[in-house]
C-alpha cells in the first residue's frame, strides 16, 4: 500500500490497566494514532494526506509551511514531501536561529531532522511571523520561491479536517467518550464531525484561551463536544516536575511514550477527572495518541537547562 494513498489507515487501540481505573469501574483505551509512521504520525499524517494529494493532482512541485524551532509539523511536513516527492519550505519563526545555522541545527533536533528531509529553512524575524498570512508576505514568497501550494501552520485547513475525520472508525462506536488534545483545534475537529451519536467528544487545549471554541465551531456544526481548560500546565509547551513524573510513570507501566505537549497533558487530565469521578461507572473511554515523540529530545535539552529531570524516550 502507498503511504498517502487514498486508502483508509486505521490505527489500533490498546487497552490500559492501571488501579485507578479499576477502582472507578471504567475503561481505558489509547489510540495509537503514534504508530502510524515514524516520522509522519498521528494528527500529522492526517493532516497532511489530502493536503500533499491535492498539490500533486495541481501540478504543484513545492510546499510551503510554517512552524516554530520544534514544530511536529514542520518535521512531519518535511517527512511527507520527501516521501511523496514534494520539495518543501519551512518559514520557521526567529532569525536569530539563522546567525549560527551549523550550531543552530547540531542543537536543534527538529530543524536538524527537517534538513536532512530536504526541507528548505527560511528563518524569519518574530514581527514578520505575526504577519505571515498577509497578501504583501505571501507575495514576497512567490517571487522567492516560485509557485507553491500552501499550508498553514499547524496543518489546518479544510482538506486537514477531512482527514481528521478518518481517526475514527465504525469500531470505535463502542466508547461513551472520546478525548484529544488540542492545538489548533483541526485534529479534535474531524473527530467530532466523524464521532457517533451517542458519543461526547472532551478536549485538552495545550494553549490557555478560549479562543479555541470559535474556531472549532468554523469547522463542525455538531454540539457533542466540550474542552477542559485545567490541565494546559501554564500554556503552550510548559511542563513541570509533575507532568514530568506522569510521563515517565506513564512510559513505565505501560510501555507507551507521550510527548509533553500534547498527549501527556490529556491523560494527566483524564487521570485526574477519573480519580474525582467525573466518569460514571462502565464509561468506556477512547483517547486519541496523536503522535509528536520527536519533541521529546528538544524538550529534554530545556529540562536539562531548568535542571529538571528528562523525559524517558
Not at 472520546?178 to 485538552?204: D, E, L, M, P, R
Request: proline content about 2%; glycine content about 8%.
Amino acid at each position: 500500500m502507498q503511504f498517502f494513498s487514498s486508502e483508509s489507515i486505521n490505527s489500533i487501540n490498546q487497552s490500559i490497566t492501571h488501579s485507578i481505573l479499576d477502582h472507578a469501574q471504567v475503561m481505558l483505551d489509547i489510540k495509537r494514532e503514534d504508530q502510524i509512521h515514524k516520522h509522519v504520525s498521528g494528527n500529522k499524517f492526517r493532516k497532511l494526506k489530502y493536503n500533499l494529494a491535492k498539490a500533486r493532482a495541481l501540478g504543484y512541485d513545492a510546499i510551503v509551511t510554517f512552524g516554530g524551532a520544534y514544530s511536529n509539523h514542520i518535521a512531519a511536513t518535511a517527512a511527507a514531501g520527501k516521501i511523496v516527492g514534494l520539495k518543501t519550505i519551512g518559514i520557521i519563526r526567529g532569525d536569530e536561529l539563522e546567525k549560527n545555522l551549523d550550531k543552530t541545527l547540531s542543537e536543534n533536533d527538529t530543524l536538524q531532522f527537517a534538513n536532512t528531509q530536504q526541507m528548505q529553512l527560511k528563518f524569519v524575524s518574530r514581527e514578520i511571523y505575526r504577519n505571515k498570512t498577509t497578501a504583501a508576505f505571501l507575495d514576497s514568497l512567490k517571487t522567492e520561491f516560485g509557485s507553491f501550494y500552501l499550508i498553514p501552520e499547524g496543518g489546518t485547513n479544510d482538506l486537514a479536517i477531512k482527514g481528521c475525520e478518518e481517526i475514527l472508525s465504525a469500531q470505535d462506536s463502542e466508547y461513551d467518550i472520546v478525548c484529544c488534545a488540542v492545538g489548533t483545534g483541526g485534529t479534535i475537529s474531524g473527530i467530532i464531525n466523524s464521532s457517533f451519536s451517542h458519543q461526547k467528544i472532551i478536549g485538552f487545549p495545550a494553549l490557555k484561551g478560549d479562543f479555541l471554541v470559535k474556531e472549532i465551531s468554523r469547522f463542525t456544526s455538531k454540539t457533542n463536544w466540550e474542552l477542559v481548560q485545567d490541565y494546559h500546565f501554564g500554556g503552550y509547551g510548559k511542563i513541570n516536575h509533575e507532568l514530568i513524573e506522569f510521563i515517565n510513570m506513564f512510559k513505565e507501566q505501560q510501555q507507551i511514550a507521550l510527548d509533553p505537549v500534547y498527549t501527556a497533558k490529556m491523560l494527566f487530565g483524564i487521570f485526574d477527572r477519573i480519580q474525582k469521578g467525573v466518569f460514571p461507572k462502565n464509561t468506556r473511554i477512547l483517547a486519541v495518541h496523536t503522535g509528536g515523540l520527536q519533541g521529546i529530545a528538544g524538550m529534554n535539552k530545556k529540562l536539562m537547562k531548568k535542571k529538571l529531570p528528562p523525559i524517558t524516550i
